[in-house]
């Protein structure tokens, strides 16, 4: 029986792509970088996405992310301009975004008061509750498991572990990992740590591509919604 449920941020409740396109087209007007095309944002999902994999793999830290980001977007776009200045710029528009993804504030009213609901996401602390906060979706949640404050990232165990504790400190009937069900829409992070760690996975396919990449997950859902016929 599921008892509580862990659920990421970024692309499965928050759209991250239509804040980067957002955010690159006033940057760019901004510090005058010249035209601004849809296709750009292309590059900073694929760096954003290869970064935090190698983070993942604790390969590089949060800081050379900050630190290095931009300056691999721009070298992929041909682009002479400071990438820390706009990595800057990108995080203080980041932090105040707050695009919802279609069906995500649904699936929040639907879970509240049936279970336990508790974020699990990879970002900066302040920045991530501040955009819940600005969604108005903190009031969905009992705990915020972000790797920031955490000091572990998704999929380590390590970051469930913690959250597992912490979930069920006071509780004289503890909730087991196989009690607790990891919404996401990333592989390597969320339904990677969620396997590892012995909780129930249950993987946000948005682009309905039907591949798990050989991961064994429990459920796959196309749309936030679609919870509804698995809890």
Request: glycine share 6%.
């Amino acid at each position: 029986m599921i008892k509580a449920v862990f659920i990421d941020i970024d692309d499965t409740l928050l759209d991250f792509e239509p804040t980067c396109a957002a955010a690159m087209r006033e940057g760019f007007e901004k510090f005058h970088i010249g035209p601004y095309k849809d296709e750009m944002v292309k590059a900073l999902l694929e760096v954003t996405s290869e970064m935090w994999k190698e983070i993942e793999r604790e390969e590089i830290t949060f800081e050379i992310l900050r630190r290095e980001r931009f300056g691999r977007v721009f070298s992929r776009l041909g682009i002479d301009f400071d990438g820390v200045l706009f990595e800057d710029f990108f995080r203080n528009f980041l932090f105040e975004s707050a695009i919802e993804v279609s069906g995500a504030r649904e699936m929040l009213d639907y879970l509240e008061g049936k279970y336990i609901l508790c974020t699990a996401s990879n970002g900066p602390h302040a920045q991530q509750i501040n955009r819940l906060k600005n969604a108005d979706m903190l009031k969905y949640f009992s705990h915020f498991f972000i790797s920031e404050s955490v000091g572990a990232s998704k999929p380590s165990k390590d970051f469930f572990s913690y959250a597992l504790s912490k979930l069920n400190e006071g509780r004289e009937e503890k909730i087991l990992p196989s009690e607790t069900m990891m919404i996401g829409d990333s592989l390597s992070s969320d339904m990677t740590g969620a396997v590892n760690s012995g909780l129930i996975s249950c993987f946000l396919d948005r682009k309905d591509t039907g591949d798990t990449r050989g991961l064994k997950v429990d459920y796959i859902i196309k749309k936030p919604t679609d919870i509804f016929k698995i809890l």
